[in-house]
């Protein structure tokens, strides 16, 4: 499966069992220098949707939301750490979470990589 896009700007892609969750480049690049990254915890649950993680940068705080419904099997510690490392790589070395998926069709609803570019120029 290829990357897929929410209307919030959040990507998601298949990982062996999970989907990893980001924010899109579009949306970093919206954001300017991110200064803080809030994770949620290993083990949660969310519907799609929800508030699962918070970004700030020197521009405004975003709230970043689950994409698909699912339970958060692994978090990105080092883009905590280092918050920076989400406008350097957005889409690949800062990822945000994975989520095993309870509802995996809700993939379907997200756009694919040209909606979401047209999606996004038009926003």
Known sequence: MSVRYSKDHEWAKADGDAYV?????????QLGDVVFVELPEAGKTYSKG????????????????????GEIVAVNTAIVDEPAKVNEDPQGAAWFVKIKASNPAELDEMMDEAAYKEFAENA
Not at 21 to 29: F, N, T, V
Not at 54 to 62: C, D, I, L, P, Y
């Open 21 to 29: 969750i980001g924010i899109s480049a579009h949306a970093a690049e």
């Open 50 to 69: 929800d508030e699962m993680a918070v970004v700030e940068s020197v521009k405004a705080a975003s709230d970043v939301y689950a994409p698909i419904s």
